[in-house]
């Protein structure tokens, strides 16, 4: 592996100690919780009888040195760039070719990500792929800097690491939810080494009047402000009071497994049933690899600095070529008109189906698109 300005890079074997898996284990065998108020419905919160199912089998049947496992089949590393240590997986399909970043989002996690690999080995056209597939920092096994509620302009640590760590000088970029953004951004800020973006998910501030917006983005204005007055309740307290939530979710299994349980049912392609999507196995890896790196409090960053710190430097018009997929149940659909205003956008696709989770929901469909857009950019 190539290292650059004197990065140290070293190998990485997830492994959690036993001593937190027993912390874990008794913590959920001392349960305490409120009484069904829900009156057995999804609408005021986490459905009281799936979460208790779901504590059933992770304190009974979830075994974390299986994920364990399966997650070290993938070749796992860390690089210390600009006091932030980065866990990252690399995985080579084909001759790899194409260099590409997958960039994930809230509340997922590389894992999530990883479910692309083998897709992508399947359908990876022109001599495949090397795959990269960072931690956010502060998420899962990416350490944050010393000052932990200081976000960093992620952006430019991918940078660093695709080009001065790994040696790429010229990469693609994939993300989706906050990954969305930070590739957009790799598009925008560095078009001398990025050769293309896809992403699930546009971030762009749309018109600068309102009244420059056709009725298409009209129309996506007024289904974002209800779903911010239905369903924006967890951002909200992400941003503004974010401490105050990390210390009941760091402490609890149960709250913290409820909090992320919800949004995997609410925001896929489930129909209300999440386990059609995911598997419990899958649920509870993404959850417990929250919990035993204690970063669900500096997950809660890039809300808080949204809020608090917004980035000073205005949009522009990202010039590299863009892809777009759109999957049905995302959290958000915009117009192409919308995203035309910032993105130049070569490949758009209206997904069949999926949510805001494709990799996991429908990594066929995901990999295939990704693998049409950059091979088409080889070529």
């Known amino acids: 592996m190539?290292?650059?300005n004197l990065i140290k890079v070293q190998e990485f074997h997830p492994h959690i100690e036993d001593d937190v898996l027993q912390d874990l284990k008794e913590r959920l065998a001392k349960t305490h919780l409120p009484p069904d108020i829900g009156h057995?419905?999804?609408a005021r919160g986490t459905q009281h009888h799936y979460l208790t199912d779901l504590l059933d089998y992770w304190r009974g049947e979830f075994d974390w040195r299986e994920q364990e496992r399966n997650l070290n089949r993938w070749k796992h590393y860390t690089a210390d760039i600009r006091g932030h240590q980065i866990h990252f997986v690399r995985a080579t399909i084909g001759n790899g070719a194409i260099p590409l970043i997958l960039t994930h989002g809230w509340p997922s996690s590389f894992y999530e990500l990883t479910h692309l690999i083998e897709p992508l080995s399947e359908v990876g056209a022109g001599g495949g792929y090397d795959l990269v597939i960072p931690s956010l920092p502060g998420y899962g096994f990416s350490v944050p800097a010393p000052k932990p509620w200081q976000m960093p302009t992620i952006?430019?640590?991918w940078?660093?690491?695709m080009v001065d760590v790994l040696g790429h000088t010229r990469f693609g970029?994939?993300?989706?939810?906050?990954?969305?953004g930070i590739t957009a951004k790799l598009g925008m800020f560095y078009p001398e080494h990025v050769t293309g973006i896809h992403v699930t998910g546009v971030y762009a501030p749309g018109a600068e009047s309102a009244d420059d917006l056709t009725e298409a983005e009209r129309?996506?204005?007024e289904r974002e402000n209800r779903w911010e007055q239905t369903d924006g309740a967890y951002a909200h307290i992400q941003a503004t009071r974010p401490l105050t939530l990390a210390y009941s979710l760091t402490d609890s299994p149960v709250g913290l497994a409820a909090w992320i349980v919800e949004k995997f049912r609410d925001w896929s392609d489930c129909g209300g049933n999440v386990e059609s999507r995911f598997t419990k196995d899958q649920l509870l890896t993404t959850i417990t690899l929250y919990w035993v790196t204690r970063s669900i409090a500096t997950s809660f960053l890039p809300y808080f600095e949204a809020t608090n710190?917004?980035?000073p430097i205005a949009w522009k018009l990202i010039e590299v070529p863009c892809a777009i997929a759109l999957f049905p149940a995302d959290i958000s659909a915009p117009p192409r008109e919308w995203a035309e205003r910032y993105y130049n956008v070569q490949r758009w696709t209206e997904m069949p189906s999926g949510g805001h989770f494709p990799a996991m929901e429908e990594p066929q469909l995901l990999a295939g698109d990704i693998d049409d857009f950059f091979s088409s950019q080889k070529a």
């Not at 970029?173 to 969305?180: P, V, Y």
Request: no cysteine; net charge negative; aromatic share 8%.
């Open 155 to 157: 952006h430019e640590l």
């Open 40 to 42: 057995g419905a999804w």
């Open 159 to 161: 940078k660093t690491l």
């Open 309 to 311: 710190n917004p980035d």
């Open 219 to 221: 129309a996506y204005v």
């Open 173 to 180: 970029a994939h993300g989706g939810d906050l990954g969305a």
């Open 2 to 4: 190539t290292k650059g």
